[in-house]
Nanobody, 115 residues
Framework: VQLVESGGGLVQPGGSLRLSCAAS????????MSWYRQAPGKERELVAV????????NYADSVKGRFTISRDNAKNTVYLQMNSLKPEDTAVYYC?????????WGQGTQVTVSS
């Protein structure tokens, strides 16, 4: 099982980034997928979640209206489009696949929002 995040980097406030998470080793289309983030000195928090077929999504209040989670089950990939980024969005972003008692995590990608 492997989840590989990409797309992080340094961006100015108000800018945008698109994160990707490529999955392998499990039946991606049967798993709900989530993005989490962890800032220095803080606990990991849920950012967004999408159902296995992509018909349902949910977001943390802090990112509603700015972030969009999506998935392409043909490509075994989940995305997080992040717009209007703020310095407080700075964190390591992780993707997670969940089904029943199974949780799979990626290694994370750093997002830094700074001028």
């Amino acid at each position: 099982v492997q989840l590989v995040e990409s797309g992080g980097g340094l961006v100015q406030p108000g800018g945008s980034l698109r994160l990707s998470c490529a999955a392998s080793g499990f039946t991606f289309s049967r798993y709900a997928m989530s993005w989490y983030r962890q800032a220095p000195g803080k606990e990991r928090e849920l950012v967004a979640v999408i159902s296995s077929a992509g018909g349902w999504t949910n977001y943390a209040d802090s990112v509603k209206g700015r972030f969009t989670i999506s998935r392409d089950n043909a490509k075994n990939t989940v995305y997080l489009q992040m717009n209007s980024l703020k310095p407080e969005d700075t964190a390591v972003y992780y993707c997670k696949g969940s089904k029943d008692e199974y949780d799979y995590w990626g290694q994370g990608t750093q997002v830094t929002v700074s001028s």
